[in-house]
């Protein structure tokens, strides 16, 4: 345990809001085209979502592009590497069928469907335990592959051009 420590030390810490809008942004890439489907909408879905999130964040530099949005990509801070195809299919088969099942979810939203209710609970679980973990803020997830999230100079710094507009529109809104 106290040698994970150092390990996570190493690497800038991913604040909360980064890694949920990373997320956020790799699932509106993934549900909006697979939307167009019909009843194939959840093979396509996940299609998109591997490729996203394993085959270019492997060419990418560990970045998907909701992380490249963000500035956060995904390292293996053991081998202090990039993690290759396998770890990040194996990483990425969890939150893609916890992703799955949110989607899911939102396509069969109706007021007498409470699948809405308990669908996203398993991706809820998963990614609380960042949120418990002071230390590296890794999840279930990232336990499982060996790997965590962190801060990069790399990316479009999306959230903080957001922050710095809405700033702006509160000072002129005074």
């Not at 194939?40 to 996940?46: G, K």
């Given at each position: 345990?106290?040698?994970?420590?150092?390990?996570?030390?190493?690497?800038?810490?991913?604040?909360?809001?980064?890694?949920?809008?990373?997320?956020?942004?790799?699932?509106?890439v993934a549900a909006l085209p697979s939307l167009l489907f019909g009843s194939a909408a959840i093979a396509?879905?996940?299609?998109?979502?591997?490729?996203?999130?394993v085959v270019w964040a492997t060419v990418n530099g560990g970045q998907s592009l909701g992380r490249w949005?963000?500035?956060?990509?995904?390292?293996?801070?053991?081998?202090?590497?990039?993690?290759?195809?396998?770890?990040?299919?194996?990483?990425?088969?969890?939150?893609?069928?916890?992703?799955?099942?949110?989607?899911?979810?939102?396509?069969?939203?109706?007021?007498?469907?409470?699948?809405?209710?308990?669908?996203?609970?398993?991706?809820?679980?998963?990614?609380?335990?960042?949120?418990?973990?002071?230390?590296?803020?890794?999840?279930?997830?990232?336990?499982?592959?060996?790997?965590?999230?962190?801060?990069?100079?790399?990316?479009?710094?999306?959230?903080?051009?957001?922050?710095?507009?809405?700033?702006?529109?509160?000072?002129?809104?005074?």
């Amino acid at each position: 345990m106290h040698g994970e420590l150092i390990l996570t030390d190493r690497y800038p810490r991913v604040p909360m809001e980064r890694r949920v809008a990373a997320f956020a942004l790799d699932f509106v890439v993934a549900a909006l085209p697979s939307l167009l489907f019909g009843s194939a909408a959840i093979a396509v879905f996940l299609l998109v979502w591997f490729a996203n999130r394993v085959v270019w964040a492997t060419v990418n530099g560990g970045q998907s592009l909701g992380r490249w949005a963000v500035d956060t990509k995904v390292v293996n801070p053991r081998f202090h590497i990039l993690p290759g195809l396998v770890t990040l299919l194996k990483r990425e088969a969890l939150t893609g069928c916890e992703a799955m099942l949110v989607l899911i979810g939102l396509i069969n939203l109706s007021p007498t469907n409470g699948f809405l209710l308990v669908a996203p609970l398993p991706l809820l679980v998963d990614c609380g335990q960042a949120f418990v973990d002071r230390e590296g803020r890794r999840a279930f997830h990232d336990r499982v592959a060996q790997t965590m999230v962190t801060q990069t100079q790399r990316g479009a710094s999306l959230d903080i051009k957001v922050k710095q507009i809405i700033a702006v529109v509160r000072r002129r809104m005074k």
